[in-house]
């Protein structure tokens, strides 16, 4: 018989934040993402209400979806956009360099970030819902991809090679 633990033995060093070690069965990743679903802020419940049902331009949102080690607050498969909801914890250095380290990963992986802090989303709820449309029709960063080369150091593979009569 599987013993079946409850979520609060799972080390949570800030919601919605940390890096997850994969366990037998669901990774541990996964089972975070789904108690941050079923346990939402009242910021991140309100901008769900903004971003569900594809009402950004058809654009479709998932919230509380793991990438890689982390886990994104809202995340944007077509847009490659993460929107993370902020709270006043992050304004502390500790979770600034976090944060920083977090974002690079993120975009190293081709997504975009966008910050928004709770208090803002509060306040000026048209301004966040701006911010994401401006973000949404912005175009995909170009990843830049370095290719071994091959040939002489210092010389690049094009210059190298003569094409033959079929553009081979």
């Known amino acids: ?13 800030l919601k919605g934040e940390g890096v997850a070690k994969r366990r037998k069965g669901a990774p541990l990743v996964n089972l975070r993402a789904r108690y941050l679903r079923r346990n939402m802020t009242e910021a991140e ?3 769900w209400k903004m971003l569900r049902r594809k009402q950004f331009d058809g654009f479709r949102f998932r919230r509380q979806h793991p990438i890689g080690p982390y886990i994104a607050d809202f995340f944007c498969p077509a847009a490659k956009l993460i929107v993370e909801l902020d709270g006043g914890q992050h304004a502390e250095e500790e979770h600034v360099l976090r944060d920083r380290v977090r974002t690079s990963w993120l975009r190293s992986r081709g997504c975009r970030v966008l910050r928004i802090w709770n208090n803002e989303l509060t306040q000026n709820p048209e301004d966040v819902r701006e911010a994401i449309y401006a973000a949404l029709a912005s175009p995909l960063p170009v990843l830049r991809t370095t290719f071994p ?6 010389r690049s593979l094009m210059s190298n090679t003569k ?5 081979v």
């Open 1 to 13: 018989m599987a013993v079946c633990w409850p979520l609060s033995f799972l080390p949570f060093p």
């Open 163 to 167: 094409l033959n009569s079929h553009g």
């Open 149 to 154: 080369q091959k040939g002489k150091a210092g």
């Open 45 to 47: 419940r309100l901008l």
